[in-house]
């Protein structure tokens, strides 16, 4: 039984910054990269940011690279997403992601098999 469940969306202002975290559940931590998609009303879901185990290895999509920082700490089961200067765009539903496999790409969201409900983020203008 695995579980990641996020927190931390809410309603902000443009300009104004988020801190979201994904909380991991269970005794072990093996996973080797993860990541944050989001999906506005209308819109597929799509890569934000993601992190791999031990290198730390980043990407991040265009749209928030310089805004957003991903981290993770594996001791405490834990995974963050800063949001620095929010825009109107970025108005959506972020997920929290995780996948064992070491294969794959980063951006792909068939090549994540573990997912969080969902946290809102409304940002207004």
């Known amino acids: 039984q695995v579980q990641l469940v996020e927190s931390g969306g809410g309603l902000v202002q443009a300009g104004d910054s988020l801190r979201l975290s994904c909380a991991a559940s269970?005794?072990?931590?093996?996973?080797?990269?993860m990541g944050w998609f989001r999906q506005a009303p209308g819109k597929e879901r799509e890569f934000v940011a993601s992190?791999?185990?031990?290198?730390?290895?980043?990407y991040y999509a265009d749209s928030v690279k310089g805004r957003f920082t991903i981290s993770r700490d594996d001791a405490m089961n834990t995974m963050s997403l800063h949001m620095n200067s929010l825009k109107s765009e970025d108005t959506a539903v972020y997920y929290c992601?995780?996948?064992?496999?070491?294969?794959?790409?980063?951006?792909?969201?068939?090549?994540?098999?573990?997912w969080g409900q969902g946290t809102q983020v409304t940002v207004s203008s």
């Open positions: 992190v791999t185990r031990t290198t730390l290895t980043t």
């Open positions: 269970g005794r072990t931590f093996s996973f080797y990269r």
């Open positions: 992601a995780a996948t064992a496999r070491r294969g794959g790409w980063y951006y792909a969201r068939e090549d994540y098999d573990t």
